[in-house]
Nanobody, 122 residues
Framework: QVHLVESGGGLVQAGGSLRLSCAAS????????MGWFRQAPGKEREFVGC????????YYGDSVKGRFTISRDNARNTVYLQMNSLKPEDTAVYYC???????????????WGQGTQVTVSS
């Protein structure tokens, strides 16, 4: 069992940066792949990025490539999402998730956080 709590969301102007954190409980955090997803009102949940359990392999959605970076610190049971050059279309609730392997599909993940709101003003 893994319990996930996101933090770091907020309001930022276009072009700005935010760093989201996802803190996990449970001693097995290091064995899970972690993913970040987002969901804007009226839209489907969108893949943002994912990372394998060692942190060596990372994958990103096309809309965030080159702007967002995912990383993890297994000693701190935390995964991060550094978001740079933010755009108004990045506005969404951001969720972290834990699963067996890095995957762009939400159904591949077993555990989800409650989400954190990111709002980018123009």
């Amino acid at each position: 069992q893994v319990h996930l709590v996101e933090s770091g969301g907020g309001l930022v102007q276009a072009g700005g940066s935010l760093r989201l954190s996802c803190a996990a409980s449970g001693r097995t955090f290091g064995s899970y792949a972690m993913g970040w997803f987002r969901q804007a009102p009226g839209k489907e949940r969108e893949f943002v990025g994912c990372i394998n359990w060692t942190g060596d392999n990372k994958y990103y959605g096309d809309s965030v490539k080159g702007r967002f970076t995912i990383s993890r610190d297994n000693a701190r049971n935390t995964v991060y999402l550094q978001m740079n050059s933010l755009k108004p279309e990045d506005t969404a609730v951001y969720y972290c998730a834990a699963g067996g392997a890095p995957d762009p599909h939400p159904a591949a993940y077993d555990y989800w956080g409650q989400g954190t709101q990111v709002t980018v003003s123009s």
